[in-house]
């Protein structure tokens, strides 16, 4: 299969495949497109009547051109056959090893978000903070569960996890314990609204956290408008200097500005842009995920000025990028040469059966999406995994689980998506968020595009040099 697009003057060609990128004209890129499917006659002739007297088609140059994708053929980059399928059967092979945890020390928030899928930081639950021993015996689970697997995961998350610092704080030294112990490597991420920012919460972020993500939607008026206070009070200026601070003592770690777009700002570019020039170098903006009712959802009606925020965001990183004032967009971040491996194109994030959710009283949960929701609960720390058939179920949700991902050109790049997203959204984890996958497919050709460009120029520079 070959997936073709044109993007901000640049014409495009991936092999999904293969993975193989090529950059082309616009009679070769529609030369590639039909020359998948028709013979070598039929498609010179369909091109000459396409553009009748085009140079480039006449005499032997078509022929020329058709001998160019027969040899990439020939190569293995282009029209090649999905190979991947034979994998999906392995990736059950061998007992579950479990490599990352989300542990919910606070099942409480300080901000009362209204777009919130954790119903303000409770889980439509109690609220409760994780104890010391309940998440020492989330470590030593994720020790004993993890085999021969020497990089470990963990995320402080809640609701807001500063409300349970010193928790977290013991956590940390208790993982570096059990690191010595255990010949692991523990990398943990916090992830925070910033209200309880301090220079302390700082330090040993700094010191301590592989990575951190901080929750600022934009703009102030759009931020101000769902990151409210239990009084309504917006965050904006709380936040936002908090957060300056924080990323300007932190260096060249790992960090996140995460935001949420909803139907209320899906000119969501400017609050892109609005981080970037605030001074944040890496950022990510999600779109939320909702019931269709709620007035805050995204709809398909919703798309074309998506998209069009999408392909104006990969020509603005590409200017800035060209000026000296880089910024890098998650979505956008993907490796074209050394990509996912076999393994992780096909299974995913592992949710369920290599990633868990613990809350905290020490249950287990796929993912942090599917906490609260009791027929989704995998067992407890006391206990382990005691559904057993709920996590086969979750090591089946590969890519080729879902029938409407096999004729998708993206497949290779999601995986089959979000599996709390398509459970949410069609009642099943083997279904499909369409509106999602939409804006999944539209994120990937603008990072191809950008990745391109760049690569482009690169090479301009090469040449120069």
């Given at each position: 299969m070959v997936h073709t697009f044109s993007l901000n003057g640049y014409h495009i060609a991936l092999d999904v495949s293969s993975g193989s990128i090529h950059m082309a004209d616009e009679i070769s890129l529609r030369a590639i497109r039909m020359y998948e499917t028709l013979s070598r006659e039929e498609t010179i002739g369909s091109l000459r009547k396409i553009y009748p007297g085009d140079p480039d088609l006449k005499g032997d140059a078509a022929e020329s051109l058709l001998d160019e994708l027969d040899t990439l053929r020939e190569a293995g980059k282009l029209y090649t056959n999905d190979t991947y399928q034979a994998y999906a059967a392995r990736l059950k092979e061998g007992s579950p090893v479990v490599k990352a945890l989300c542990l919910h020390v606070a099942h409480a928030c300080n901000l009362a978000c209204s777009y919130c899928f954790a119903g303000q930081g409770s889980y439509q639950g109690s609220?409760?903070?994780?104890?010391l021993q309940t998440g020492k015996k989330a470590l030593d689970f994720l020790i004993n569960s993890s085999a021969g697997r020497?990089?470990?995961?963990?995320?402080?998350?809640?609701?807001?996890?500063?409300?349970?610092?010193?928790?977290?704080?013991?956590?940390?030294?208790?993982?570096?314990e059990l690191e010595k112990k255990h010949n692991k490597i523990f990398r943990f991420t916090l992830t925070t609204n910033g209200v309880l920012l301090d220079e302390e919460v700082i330090d040993f972020c700094n010191r301590e956290m592989h990575n951190v993500v901080l929750s600022l939607d934009g703009r102030k008026e759009v931020h101000d408008m769902?990151?409210?206070?239990?009084?309504?009070?917006?965050?904006?200026?709380?936040?936002?200097?908090?957060?300056?601070?924080?990323?300007?003592?932190?260096?060249?770690?790992?960090?996140y500005v995460r935001g949420t777009f909803t139907r209320h700002n899906t000119d969501f570019l400017s609050d892109i842009l609005h981080m970037a020039d605030l001074g944040f170098t890496q950022l990510s903006m999600e779109p939320v995920v909702m019931k269709r009712d709620d007035p805050c959802a995204l709809r398909e009606d919703?798309?074309?000025?998506?998209?069009?925020?999408?392909?104006?965001?990969?020509?603005?990183?590409?200017?800035?990028?060209?000026?000296?004032?880089?910024?890098?967009?998650?979505?956008?971040?993907?490796?074209?040469?050394?990509g996912p491996c076999v393994y992780k194109r096909l299974s995913g994030c592992g949710s369920g059966s290599e990633y868990m959710a613990v809350t905290p009283d020490g249950d287990l949960y796929p993912c942090h999406q599917f906490v609260g929701e009791s027929q989704y609960r995998l067992g407890d720390l006391e206990h382990g995994v005691t559904n057993e058939k709920l996590r086969e179920a979750f090591r089946e949700n590969n890519l080729y689980s879902h029938p409407e991902c096999h004729d998708c050109w993206a497949r290779l790049y999601c995986a089959g998506g979000c599996a709390a997203n398509a459970c949410h959204a069609t009642g099943s984890i083997s279904g499909v968020y369409s509106l999602g996958c939409e804006l999944f497919k539209k994120r990937i050709e603008c990072a191809i595009m950008l990745q391109?460009?760049?690569?482009?120029?690169?090479?301009?520079?090469?040449?120069?040099g």
């Open positions: 609220q409760g903070l994780m104890s020497r990089y470990l995961e963990v995320d402080f998350f809640g609701g807001e996890p500063l409300l349970n610092w010193q928790v977290v704080k013991e956590l940390v030294r208790y993982g570096r769902f990151r409210v206070d239990r009084n309504g009070r917006g965050s904006y200026d709380k936040v936002v200097p908090r957060f300056l601070d924080f990323v300007r003592k932190r260096g060249d770690k790992g960090y919703d798309l074309p000025v998506l998209f069009e925020q999408y392909e104006r965001l990969a020509a603005e990183m590409l200017r800035r990028e060209r000026e000296g004032r880089a910024f890098s967009f998650y979505h956008y971040n993907i490796d074209l040469e050394h391109v460009a760049l690569a482009e120029d690169r090479a301009g520079e090469d040449w120069k």
